[in-house]
């Protein structure tokens, strides 16, 4: 897609190349411009075409794991077709571990250099290399590269100190034909990562240190990429919100939108141990418009898993006290979970999820990849952990789970995603839990065995299971529940589904549900979920307050802070209004991907706290 396209690592080496101190460099080249290819309306053909006629062109290709592999196909359509080009290759999909960089050259012969770690200048000294002759390149360090026969390597590069040596590709102009075509920009505000991190390639590409950018450039190109109308900004950063001008790159987001109306929504990768920057961070950004969500970056919660992953120096303590601030400023709360990391195992995902509902946060889960240069890939780290992967790159097993637990971790993700993001169940379970003391993922996990091992009581269960969360889960790289017009078997019988729900309780826990709480309860439930039957907004008559039973969670940060709410019972008659005027429902079909907003399939009522 074209916001996956790595133009901004592109547009970084060009901007240096043509800087004025490489005239001599650029005696000897004509650097071209960036082109976009290779997505719906960018057809290959032509760049190869225009490719073929040149006489020893120089072609960079930038990998990260979303186009490596039509990088790839490129180098060898190219090679094809001009045996005179010389093709380089960089960016994190290159292994950098010795015998893996040289196995991966080995694997793809029409690749001439392969640069490990950043770009700008080790490109400038290769090309400078290449155009008196190709020997040279024993000079330049970070290297991987063919001298005949032979693969040959070089000793590690530096990393850039000075980020202001490079210039910016905006500014300069080098995006300037085709940027108003693009959805997303990716803007860099620094580099580094503090934390090392092993299923992670940026604290360990990066040595750990952190340089920025100044900020006058950074708040330049923001102006800029606003004035081109650019909907969506990347940060990519590694922990935006850590530094101290990060609270001004904020303030400047959210006055270039003011002034511009542009961006509509910021993404980046917030610092992990959070504190006072980050929490102002986030505020300027969600009161501005640019950040429906305060994301919060967990990934795990298991101390023993934390210290398997070298993410141990993140505290538990210091997410709390930001989720707190969050709740305070009545900003819905979502975080990522990674599912399948070392030292996991099916009871601590299941504390994961359920940390995350009693904090009243959307988790976000994320099945784990091998990043060809994280600690995780080295091979002792493997070998410590019986790491296994799969024909995708993913992990498969570890010491501390089976391929078969992993599966069950998926699917029981899934549900999580079915039932509490997407809201299927996600009010009763909150009741289930305040007012009956049944922990939600007990329920839930509880419910999967039962659709898992197609019980006859519970054939609506099965069904969903069978029919939505299976064929979801065999899907390799990303946890994402969808369904067609069939889902309409689920949306069009809720009431046999919640018949099914209220037998659990009373059969698996010993919860007894008077007529009265399932009639309200299940009557919101029904109420926030799409519907082609209904006009909205909906109304609908309950015989308990449930708009005013949530509201009296709203305060409250956690379940897990014992704070006393009132039960369900004592509430008097209300009402539910969900949906509005400009809510239109054409299709049950639900083929998006949720992201941290949740915006995907709910419907918005006042039931909503994320």
Known sequence: TPESLPYLSLGMITAYLRQG??????????????????????????????????????????????????????????RRRNPGARVIVGGPEIPKWPGESEAFMVA???VDVAVLGEGEIACAEVLAALADDSDRLAAVTGLVYRRGDRILRTTDRERVRDLDRLPSPYLGGDFDAWIGDVPMATLETNRGCPYGCTYCDWGSATLQKVSRFDLSRVEQEIDYLARSGMQEIFIADANFGMLEQDIAIARALVQARAEH????????????????????????????????????????????????IARDNIRTASYEKMMSYFNREGIPMASDLMIGLPGQTVDSFHEDLQFCFDWKISANGNYTSMMPNAPMAEPAYRAAHAIETDGNGMI???????????????????????????????YFLYFLQ????????????????????????????????????????????????????????????????????????????????????????????????????????????LPLDVVGYFRQLRPVPSLRQGAELAALASFGPGEIETGSDETAISSIAMRTMLGHSDHGWELPSPLRFY
């Open 434 to 541: 305040i007012d009956h003391r049944v922990p939600a993922i007990d329920f839930l996990r509880r419910w999967l065995d039962l659709a898992m091992s197609d019980d006859p009581d519970y054939p609506l269960a099965a069904r969903i299971y069978r029919e939505m969360l299976e064929p979801a889960s065999r899907n390799g790289h990303w946890p994402h529940v969808t369904w067609g017009p069939e889902g309409a078997f689920l949306f069009d019988r809720l009431e046999d589904f919640y018949r099914e729900v209220r037998m659990l309780a009373q059969t698996g826990f010993g919860v007894s549900i008077s007529a009265r709480e399932a009639a309200a309860v299940f009557t919101a439930q029904a109420a926030v979920m799409p519907s082609t039957a209904v006009h909205y907004p909906r109304r609908e008559c």
């Open 108 to 110: 793809n012969p029409a």
């Open 261 to 308: 109306g542009y961006p509509h929504r910021l993404y980046t990768n917030f610092a992990k141990n959070g504190g006072r920057r980050l929490m102002q961070v986030i505020s300027i950004l969600h009161h501005g418009g640019l950040l429906p969500t305060g994301i919060v970056a967990l990934q795990t919660t298991d101390p023993a898993t934390l210290e398997t």
């Open 396 to 426: 498969a097993s570890t010491a501390t789970f089976t391929a078969a637990d992993l599966m069950f971790m998926r699917r029981l993700y899934l549900c999580y995603q079915l039932m509490v993001r997407m809201a299927l169940l996600k």
């Open 21 to 78: 101190e490489l005239s001599a460099l650029r005696r000897r080249y004509r650097i071209d411009e960036i082109r976009l290819a290779g997505t719906p309306g960018r057809p290959l053909e032509p760049l190869y075409d225009a490719i073929a006629s040149l006489a020893s062109p120089v072609i960079l290709l930038s990998s990260y794991v979303w186009n490596h592999d039509l990088n790839m196909e490129a180098a060898r359509e190219i």
